[in-house]
């Protein structure tokens, strides 16, 4: 029980509210309670919309709205969007959207220390992080810095309605991942572990109702409970095994992010299983199984999502390049992580076999 005997836990400094209609009635609130009169809100192209009725419930507290953000936000995206920040004089910013609104949301903060309210549309987790990440010359560069954290987190379930059920499976699993590896993350804690499998239980558990009533405010709610969770463990661990292979196959290979990790994650965690018993036993606590790489494939692939890296455009003849890229430098990971066995679990991943039953 060596995580109970020896550990280090830091809480997070921000607030967390979760409410229908929490992105209208509760942002104004936050901006308020931060002391903040000019927020800059920011989203993608397509959560514009959104976005638009943020800035208007912030009425003249808001300094502008800027939709311009993408995926693994682009360098000189993040500078326009900085100089935009600056132009409206803005004194706090507001990130509306998934992921990639979170991010560019983050890029500001990193440059101009404005503080961040996040209202997150995906499941994603990142507004629960101090990672930041930008992309330059193909490139994602990705750092730690306290001042990008957003300040306030404002889940509103009728804000991910809206959200496909094909992403809102890849989405939760794309949060699983998160809590998966923060239960044999090397600064795993008690605290973090016991909200990575509350998490991963919710999370498991509201994927069916939202793919069955994807309307439901309820599952929405409940998705978006075990999406802070999820998001929490991985603010407060360092990442395995997986993450760097989706890093890689994302980064390099240009695959969907969420997609990717709901295809790796059963195959890294049956390779990872003989040497996390105790992360495995939480996993199935939460899963209601004795075998949760399965039990996750059978989650996700029941309800539709893809189950192969072949399905996701990746060729036979990337697996050794990726292989190499991911086993490159040292990292945490609970089994050892050598060029064989990252090939051998890319090749069953590839083919979409059912996970742990190579040797
Ligand atoms: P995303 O933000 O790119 O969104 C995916 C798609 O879904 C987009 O087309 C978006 O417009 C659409 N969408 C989002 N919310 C919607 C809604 N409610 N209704 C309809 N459509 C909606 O993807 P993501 O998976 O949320 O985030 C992925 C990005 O976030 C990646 O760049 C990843 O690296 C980053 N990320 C960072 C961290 C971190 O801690 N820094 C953590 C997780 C993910």
Not at 64 to 85: D, I, N, S, W
Not at 164 to 171: D, G, I, N
Request: charged share 20%.
């Amino acid at each position: 029980m060596s995580g109970f005997t020896d550990f280090s836990y830091e809480a997070q400094p921000m607030r967390v509210v979760l409410r229908p209609g929490a992105a209208v009635t509760a942002t104004p609130d936050e901006a308020r309670r931060l002391g903040l009169r000019r927020l800059l809100v920011v989203s993608g192209p397509r959560g514009a919309d959104t976005a638009r009725v943020v800035a208007d419930a912030l009425g003249d507290a808001c300094a502008g709205l800027h939709t311009e953000a993408r995926m693994h936000v682009p360098a000189e995206v993040a500078r326009r969007a900085v100089e935009v920040a600056r132009a409206a004089g803005a004194d706090g910013c507001v990130a509306v959207g998934g992921g990639s609104a979170i991010g560019l949301g983050k890029a500001i903060a990193l440059r101009t220390h404005l503080p961040l309210i996040a209202v997150p549309s995906t499941y994603s987790g990142s507004e629960m992080t101090p990672v930041w990440g930008l992309t330059e010359h193909g490139a994602k560069r990705t750092g730690r810095d306290p001042s990008v954290l957003p300040r306030s987190v404002v889940y509103d379930p009728e804000l991910t309605r809206s959200l496909p059920v094909a992403l809102s499976v890849t989405s939760g699993i794309n949060a699983i991942a998160h809590a998966a590896e923060a239960l044999y993350a090397p600064d795993a804690s008690p605290l973090v572990s016991l909200m990575a499998e509350e998490g991963v239980r919710a999370m498991a558990g509201a994927l069916p109702a939202v793919a069955r009533a994807p309307e439901s405010l309820d599952a929405r709610g409940r998705a978006l409970y075990g999406a802070w969770l999820c998001g929490a463990t991985l603010g407060a661990t360092t990442m395995g095994l997986h993450h760097k292979l989706c890093h890689v196959l994302g980064g390099t290979f240009g695959l969907p992010h969420a997609e990717t990790h709901t295809v790796v994650l059963p195959y890294v965690l049956a390779h990872n299983a003989p040497a996390a018993p105790e992360a495995m036993a939480a996993l199935g606590r939460a899963l209601g199984t004795d075998d949760a790489p399965h039990a996750l494939w059978e989650l996700s692939g029941s309800l539709g999502a893809p189950r192969s890296l072949a399905e996701l455009g990746l060729k036979e003849a990337d697996l050794a390049v990726a292989g190499r890229a991911a086993t490159g430098q040292a990292y945490a990971n609970p089994r050892e992580v050598t060029a064989d066995g990252v090939l051998d679990l890319l090749k069953a991943a590839y083919a979409g076999e059912r996970p742990g039953t190579r040797p």
